[in-house]
C-alpha cells in the first residue's frame, strides 16, 4: 500500500517536472522578435507578448522603449519582417 502511494507521488512529480521544463524551454518567450529600417539602419527589435511594448536595440543605449508610429513621416516607415 505504501508503495503504491510513493509511485503516485513520484510519478506527479515527474509529470509534474516535465510540465515545468515545457514551459520554460518550448512556451513561447515573453518577447518576440523583429527587426525596423531606420534611416537605412537594421536594428533588433523586441516586443512583449504580455504588454505589447516594444523596444528596439541600438548600439550606444541598449533596448529603448518605441512610441506609438506616425505614419505621416515617410523618413520612419517600419519596414519590418518576421525572423
Do not use: C, K
Request: avoid cysteine; hydrophobic fraction near 40%.
Amino acid at each position: 500500500m505504501l508503495q503504491r502511494i510513493a509511485r503516485r507521488i513520484l510519478v506527479w512529480l515527474v509529470v509534474l517536472a516535465l510540465t515545468w521544463a515545457f514551459v520554460v524551454y518550448v512556451w513561447p518567450t515573453r518577447y518576440r522578435y523583429n527587426h525596423v529600417l531606420t534611416d537605412n539602419e537594421e536594428y533588433p527589435v523586441r516586443i512583449d507578448r504580455l504588454t505589447g511594448d516594444a523596444e528596439m536595440l541600438t548600439p550606444d543605449d541598449g533596448w529603448v522603449p518605441m512610441g506609438p508610429s506616425d505614419d505621416s513621416d515617410p523618413s520612419t516607415e517600419d519596414r519590418s519582417r518576421t525572423s
